[in-house]
């Protein structure tokens, strides 16, 4: 599958925390990935976009909320490659349009706002397709569910390859299903002996399971493989109350992230994530493994989200 060109994310070691739990900890730096400000999105993008724009499509659309990383990427990307993108945006919550830097971020580029409720979105997705050009116009599920960005996922394993010999355990954030399911296709390729533990931000294992059955098997599809999720232990313990939502421990463990590693992480994905890893490897059953976390971005949230630091 073709891409645009771009250049591997580093891995970096953690010394304080691998000291604090008694392992070999590294990261997986996709919040560095070096386009539209980065993040596991852009990754993705760059194989959904990539044979829009060989093609001749000349306009996206696409929906999200305002907090998005994703609406951020790819209205950064639809800039960047000439391409004109019609945005279905909702929320439940108004005041969003005002707090998210991601959404301000959108706001600059030429990007066409179409606002509705959430359970208007399917509608008014079916309005604006019938009245754009079929031909030129095409249509991007939100979020980057595809199987471009599943396969993405499963080359940055590859790509990871490359970069360190030795993995026991793989810990990451699972929103979508999207990232996950590419990550634990792509390590018992390349990574056939280690766990991946996905940490919820949003759903119990019970909502989640057949999303990522559905992407298996249309990446197994593409592929001729007969990969599944018997490498994966899910974690849905770590929600902090759901979706963007926080918890005193999970704020501290950031500031702690930040202040002793350098390495910035959001409440929404990341943090609840590495917040879940952190829990895990302190009843020391993880000792002495090697052991990489994925950083998949998120910055801008943690910038929008910063009263939650006020706890």
């Not at 990427?73 to 909702?90: N, P, R």
């Not at 409720?117 to 116009?137: A, H, W, Y």
């Not at 057949?210 to 592929?223: F, G, I, Q, T």
């Amino acid at each position: 599958m073709e891409h645009f060109d771009f250049n591997p994310t580093p891995v970096s070691y953690m010394p304080y925390f691998s000291d604090k739990y008694g392992v070999k900890l590294h990261v997986k730096r996709d919040d560095l990935f070096p386009s539209a400000l980065g993040g596991s999105k852009s990754r993705m993008l760059q194989y959904i976009l990539y044979p829009l724009v060989k093609s001749g499509i000349k306009t996206i659309v696409t929906a999200g909320g305002p907090c998005s990383n994703f609406n951020r990427a790819i209205a950064l990307l639809c800039a960047e490659h000439k391409l004109g993108l019609k945005l279905v945006s909702y929320t439940d919550n108004l005041e969003e349009y005002d707090t998210s830097l991601n959404n301000y971020l959108v706001s600059l580029t030429d990007c066409e706002y179409i606002y509705c409720s959430k359970k208007e979105v399917p509608q008014v997705i079916d309005d604006v397709m019938s009245k754009s050009d079929e031909k030129l116009t095409y249509f991007i599920y939100g979020g980057g569910k595809s199987l471009c960005g599943i396969f993405a996922y499963y080359e940055a394993v590859k790509e990871l390859n490359e970069q360190i010999s030795e993995l026991d355990s793989l810990f990451v954030a699972c929103g979508t299903g999207t990232t996950l399911t590419g990550i634990c296709a792509g390590m018992q390729e390349y990574f056939p002996k280690a766990k991946v533990y996905g940490i919820s931000v949003a759903r119990t294992w019970e909502n989640e399971k057949s999303v990522l059955e559905e992407n298996m098997n249309c990446l197994n599809a593409y592929l001729g493989t007969n990969y599944d999720f018997s490498n994966l232990s899910f974690h849905d313990e770590f929600l902090c109350g759901g979706y963007a939502q926080s918890s005193i421990e999970q704020i501290s463990l950031i500031k702690e992230c930040v202040s002793k590693e350098g390495m910035v992480i959001d409440p929404t994905y990341v943090g609840k994530a590495f917040y879940g890893m952190s829990a895990m490897l302190s009843d020391g059953q993880f000792k002495g493994e090697n052991i990489l976390f994925w950083n998949t971005g998120g910055l801008i949230n943690l910038l929008s989200q910063k009263k939650c630091f006020d706890l």
